[in-house]
T-cell receptor, first 114, second 113 residues
Framework: NAGVTQTPKFQVLKTGQSMTLQCAQD?????MYWYRQDPGMGLRLIYY???????DKGEVPNGYNVSRLNKREFSLRLESAAPSQTSVYFC?????????????FGPGTRLTVT | AQSVAQPEDQVNVAEGNPLTVKCTYS??????LFWYVQYPNRGLQFLLK????DNLVKGSYGFEAEFNKSQTSFHLKKPSALVSDSALYFC???????????WGLGTSLAVNP
């Protein structure tokens, strides 16, 4: 039972390059989330997927796209990376049965855009 | 608009002393409240939550939190701090059926030996 896994752990991109961050969970959760964490900014929601087949924008969706590939997997794509996207990215999953359950987080991807 | 405030960027406490990390919230409707901890270079870990019922909630690692509806607060507490409690602590709130949490900016706790 690995929980939430993310790949890669580290990535360096040049401005304009593209990449996809992968996330998978093995807890059979319906909801999945992508956050970015920057110093002094806390956690900011990029996109989330309340259930398989749905995705919605969070606070800071510009420059990102997501795909809920199946119930387990939720990927985040940067089409044309910018230095402002340098950050630590976290994927999370949770369940919702009448009220919110806690979110489980992956170990994060540290992305640097030069 | 819904919001969460953690009024202290940093809290310093001596090992063995009680600790409090503060959180206040503003939501319409009944709040669901959470505390998470983040150790350096790690993802966030769930500590405890308040959904309904007893205002005093007990969680992992000896932490507890008290829900105070009149003061719209959910402060995290521990009777006796350990050096290993040094970490970044986040408060979060959900109100309504939108599957999202609103996060505070975090409080850095330093426990000094």
């Amino acid at each position: 039972n690995a929980g939430v896994t993310q790949t890669p752990k580290f990535q360096v991109l040049k401005t304009g390059q593209s990449m996809t961050l992968q996330c998978a969970q093995d807890m059979n959760h319906n909801s999945m989330y992508w956050y970015r964490q920057d110093p002094g900014m806390g956690l900011r929601l990029i996109y989330y997927s309340a259930s398989e087949g749905t995705t919605d924008k969070g606070e800071v969706p510009n420059g990102y796209n997501v795909s809920r590939l199946n119930k387990r997997e939720f990927s985040l794509r940067l089409e044309s990376a910018a230095p402002s996207q340098t950050s630590v990215y976290f994927c999370a999953s949770s369940e919702w049965i009448g009220s919110p359950y806690e979110q489980y987080f992956g170990p994060g991807t540290r992305l640097t855009v030069t | 608009a819904q919001s969460v405030a953690q009024p202290e960027d940093q809290v310093n406490v001596a090992e063995g002393n009680p600790l409090t990390v503060k959180c206040t919230y503003s939501v319409s409707g009944n709040p669901y409240l959470f505390w998470y901890v983040q150790y350096p270079n790690r993802g966030l870990q769930f500590l405890l939550k308040y959904i309904t019922g007893d205002n005093l909630v007990k969680g992992s690692y000896g932490f507890e939190a008290e829900f105070n509806k009149s003061q719209t607060s959910f402060h995290l507490k521990k009777p006796s701090a350990l050096v290993s409690d040094s970490a970044l602590y986040f408060c979060a709130v959900n109100a309504g059926n939108n599957r999202k949490l609103i996060w505070g900016l975090g409080t850095s706790l330093a426990v000094n030996p």
